[in-house]
């Protein structure tokens, strides 16, 4: 079975540009998680969805960052404008909430704002 | 407050050696679950266990076993006879009935470094 799959794996880009990040959640998963890892901060989760809904987004650090679900195998995490304070590794997460599972994670997004 | 406490930021053994990686965690929760999740080199997030709060008993897969206190509030793992594709950081995670098992609270982790 195929597991969380994220894209890009790595990204660079100037400061000012949009970033957009991808995720894709295991199929029949219900629940899906965008967490963040940084050196000073660890992993942190930024948000995560129900059913597609947007249930908690508190650990989103701004208004530049963004993230939608329009279906149930497809998410975004968007930060527009990118800073370089951005710069981190984006993680996606998946799980079954209906089957208790525990969150699956993707290989993660290396993210260079410049 | 910080909820998952890994205080060993960093190990380094020799290959065969036994290592112990330890957890504490804080909640005020009765209902919660634990977690070890491995990240190697190349950057994964490895899902290891969870243990239900309500199940102490400990457990054995291969070479790894954890080890489950509520009277210490602790839950370690044991790497017994390591091997170099052991190293890697290993992160212990909480997640607590009272944030309906959605968020995973993690441990800064501990980097293991197995040597041959």
């Known amino acids: 079975d195929a597991g969380v799959i994220q894209s890009p794996r790595h990204e660079v880009t100037e400061m000012g540009q949009e970033v957009t990040l991808r995720c894709k959640p295991i199929?029949?998963?219900?629940?899906l998680f965008w967490y963040r890892q940084t050196m000073m901060r660890g992993l942190e989760l930024l948000i995560y969805?129900?059913?597609?809904?947007?249930?908690?987004d508190s650990g989103m650090p701004e208004d530049r960052f963004s993230a939608k679900m329009p279906n149930a195998s497809f998410s975004t995490l968007k930060i527009q404008p990118s800073e370089p304070r951005d710069s981190a590794v984006y993680f996606c997460a998946s799980s079954s909430r209906d089957t208790n599972q525990p969150q699956h994670f993707g290989d993660g997004t290396r993210l260079s704002i410049l | 407050a910080q909820k998952v406490t890994q205080a060993q930021t960093e190990i380094s053994v020799v290959e065969k050696e036994d290592v112990t990686l330890d957890c504490v965690y804080e909640?005020?929760?009765?209902?919660?679950?634990l977690f070890w999740y491995k990240q190697p080199p190349s950057g994964e997030l490895v899902f290891l266990i969870r243990r239900n709060s309500f199940d102490e008993q400990n457990e054995i897969s291969g070479r790894y076993s954890w080890n489950f206190q509520k009277s210490t509030s602790s839950f370690n793992f044991t790497i017994t006879a390591s091997q170099v594709v052991d190293s890697a950081v290993y992160f212990c995670a909480l997640s607590e009935a009272s944030g309906g098992y959605n968020k995973l609270i993690f441990g800064a982790g501990t980097r293991l470094a197995v040597h041959p």
């Open positions: 199929s029949g998963h219900n629940s």
């Open positions: 969805f129900n059913n597609n809904v947007p249930i908690d």
């Open positions: 909640t005020r929760d009765t209902t919660y679950y």
